[in-house]
């Protein structure tokens, strides 16, 4: 009946190629009053390209710190993350992130946000490309009739889509999304669920993402990353999605491994308290 | 076409006459009455301030409030030239304070150590009150013209100065992120992110100096003598006791103290539109 092949512990995944995305060993403590507060403690992961991997945890686990230290924005303290064999130093356009909070400059229009990065980090395109360039992923997140307009204009969704946009056109090694559809309404976020499943796809991306969305995960990923508790947060247990692209929503969830996943994923988030 | 049209209120050329008349109303009584309680005060000689009325019984006062465009040569000037002079130097040192203030303020935001190590210099300093620097200015620069201008200069530059500091320190981390991880170019970041961003709160400052700078005009002017000026012409007219001429200078003073702040109002408007 359970046709998943789950080890408990697949820091590597099944793929034979070199791994692009190295987490070797990293531990993160932020000094607080109460002494030192160790975040996360010796996490390995690898992560192959073309591969799209979800964490899910408790809220304060340490899953945005993982993300920080992928994204070169937090160093860590033990341990190293490299990518292509090269160790992460800092922040680059190579590991695009997605912020929870949009982040996107209000007094710049939608276009003109997402220009601004591709311009940034292609500053030699031709202009005729980069604006063909910009064009294409807003109009690919649904935004083709609101270039124009500014962030305070648009909606949350509307405003997550720039933010998307604007990461695709970069063509990032791996994108980094932490929570993006959080804050969004159910129906919202199953688009844009689709729209980035849909773009992964065309891209060929590699993408790793915090969520704590169990069907979100079951829908997107690849591999899903299910992290202990903290403090001294580690990864519990990897889940492999075996469901094959493209993905339908109602098909998948027919499939009987669906809520063998769901469930293992709930119990381990959850101990088997929540009950449907 | 009527139905769009507001339903009520008559329209005159595309004004809403009861709506400006409902704006106008409440502030001419209250300055009706105002003047009122004012001249019944200096009739019953309970102040001896002449009333409003003396601006056009009193001789000399007539002649400056229909004649703003006189020279007679020297500073035996109209008001409007008054004004103008007075105008001028405001002009001259709030610019130099507006390129001085912006430009310290970016350099002390973005550089931790310089704040640190200018910040208590710069708080002491925007303490002083602008009547203050009248005789250090006075004392340095020997001459009245550049001692005035100091005066004004120095009076708005802190609050330019500081408030700049502080929007270029609280550019949200959000921002600052997106910068890092585009590896936005130095000058990008200065005008599509820093700018922009710290922008109403330099619109701030610059709000709050030309208040002040136009009241410095005022101090700065009072105590030099020989100058063309409003500052001086209260001072003047004081010392020989022309007060209803002081009271018109006032008129003049608080005509362009709001004028100049009006300005700014709409300017920023202009600038943030949109945002
Ligand atoms: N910059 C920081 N400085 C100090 N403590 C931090 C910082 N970032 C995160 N933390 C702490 O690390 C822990 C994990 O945070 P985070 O990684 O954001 O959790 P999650 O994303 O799983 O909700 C929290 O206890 C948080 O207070
Ligand atoms: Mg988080």
């Known amino acids: 009946m359970v046709a998943t092949q789950t080890k408990p512990l697949p820091t590597t995944s099944s793929r034979s190629t070199t791994p692009l995305i190295e987490i070797d060993n990293v531990t993160k403590i932020y000094p607080s009053t109460a002494g030192d507060n160790v975040v996360i403690k010796d996490i390995s992961l690898e992560i192959h390209a073309g591969e799209f991997v979800c964490v899910i945890g408790h809220s304060g686990c340490g899953k945005s710190t993982m993300l920080n230290t992928v994204s070169g924005f937090a160093v860590p303290d033990k341990g190293e993350v490299r990518k292509n064999g090269q160790k992460v130093t800092g922040p680059g356009p190579d590991r695009m992130t997605v912020f929870q909070s949009y982040s996107l400059m209000p007094w710049l229009s939608a276009y003109e946000n997402v220009y601004l990065a591709l311009d940034s980090v292609h500053p030699t395109k031709s202009k005729a490309d980069k604006d063909h360039i910009v064009r294409e992923h807003l109009t690919m997140v649904g935004l083709g009739e609101a270039m124009e307009k500014k962030p305070p204009q648009l909606s949350g969704g509307m405003r997550q889509r720039v933010a998307i946009a604007r990461a695709f056109c970069l063509y990032p090694e791996i994108l980094i999304l932490d929570e993006p559809f959080g804050a969004l309404d159910a129906i919202t976020k199953e688009e844009m669920q689709e729209e980035v499943a849909n773009i992964v796809a065309n891209h060929d991306a590699t993408v790793l993402m915090v969520t704590h969305d169990v069907d979100e995960c079951l829908f997107l990923a690849d591999r899903l990353v299910m992290m202990t508790n903290g403090p001294g947060a580690t990864i519990g247990e990897i889940l492999e999605i075996p469901f094959p692209r493209p993905r339908d929503r109602s098909q998948i969830m027919e499939d009987p491994r669906y809520y063998d996943l769901r469930n293992r994923a709930l119990d381990f988030l959850y101990g088997g308290l929540e009950i449907e | ?275």
């Not at chain 2, 100058?227 to 200078?249: R, T």
Request: no cysteine; hydrophobic share 55%; glycine share 6%.
């Open chain 2, 1 to 275: 076409m009527s139905a769009s049209l507001p339903s009520k209120g008559t329209m005159f050329a595309g004004v809403n006459i009861t709506k400006l008349w409902k704006d106008l109303l409440p502030p001419t009584i209250a300055i009706t009455l105002f003047l009122l309680i004012w001249e019944g005060l200096s009739q019953s000689k309970v102040t001896l301030l002449p009333g409003p009325s003396s601006l056009f019984t009193d001789e000399r006062t007539r002649t400056l409030l229909f004649f703003p465009f006189y020279d007679r040569g020297g500073i035996d000037k109209g008001m409007f030239w008054q004004t103008l002079a007075s105008l001028q130097r405001v002009a001259i040192s709030y610019t130099l304070a507006a390129i001085v203030g912006i430009g310290t303020g970016i350099a002390i935001g973005t550089t931790p150590l310089l704040s640190k190590a200018l910040d208590p210099l710069f708080l002491f300093l925007r303490t002083v009150p602008p009547l203050a620097w009248v005789p250090i200015s006075l004392a340095a620069l020997n001459k009245n013209e550049p001692a005035a201008l100091f005066v004004i200069f120095i009076t708005a530059v802190w609050p330019i100065l500081i408030n700049t500091a502080v929007g270029v320190r609280e550019i949200p981390d959000d921002y600052n992120n997106v910068a890092k991880v585009i590896q936005v170019s130095k000058q990008k970041y200065f005008f599509k992110i820093l700018l922009p961003s710290a922008l109403p709160y330099i619109f701030t400052g610059l709000r709050v100096a030309i208040s002040l700078s136009w009241l410095a005009i005022i101090a700065a002017e009072i105590v030099m003598s020989g100058i063309v000026g409003i500052g001086f012409f209260i001072w003047e007219a004081y010392q020989n006791n022309y007060i209803s001429e002081v009271v018109l200078a006032l008129v003049y003073i608080g005509m362009v103290g709001l004028l100049l702040d009006k300005f700014m109002e709409w300017l920023q408007a202009q600038i943030m539109k949109g945002q």
